[in-house]
């Protein structure tokens, strides 16, 4: 049996006076949980063209993207598999849009816990955690 292809997507640590950003999906898609915003690697772009994309797109702001936090393969279902690069970004400015979310907060790293993630997004969170000590 031969691995799945795994699809590239980005998630964006947004960061700004000391919290994090997370948004709240309006679709069902993995249960309105909460997320790290961003989406999927379109052809002939980069992870970092892609996330600040995808950010315009969904939030309405722009950001930098900074370092990578972490990858990693998830396999979502029995026909889909994203391999997930999250990386840490700054909010740079623009208005906040809610376009694909229905709510969005800014938490602190130790409140990330309280707040129900899917799988690929808690291993993000776990991260964070690990190396916010």
Not at 34 to 61: H, M, Q, S, V, Y
Not at 72 to 94: D, E, F, M, P, T
Not at 110 to 116: M, N
């Amino acid at each position: 049996m031969t691995d799945p292809d795994y699809l590239p997507v980005t998630a964006a640590v947004i960061e700004r006076d000391g919290r994090i950003l997370i948004a709240r999906r309006k679709h069902p898609f993995m249960g309105h949980g909460w997320e790290f915003p961003g989406g999927k690697l379109e052809e002939n772009e980069t992870l970092e063209e892609c996330l600040k994309r995808e950010i315009r797109e969904e939030l309405g702001i722009d950001i930098t993207v900074g370092t990578l936090i972490s990858s990693r393969k998830h396999v979502l279902n029995c026909q889909s598999a994203i391999i997930l690069y999250a990386y840490h970004a700054k909010y740079v400015s623009g208005e906040m849009v809610l376009n694909d979310h229905d709510e969005v907060q800014w938490v602190t790293p130790g409140d990330l816990h309280a707040y129900g993630f899917p799988d690929p997004d808690w291993q993000i969170v776990k991260d964070i955690l690990k190396n916010n000590r």
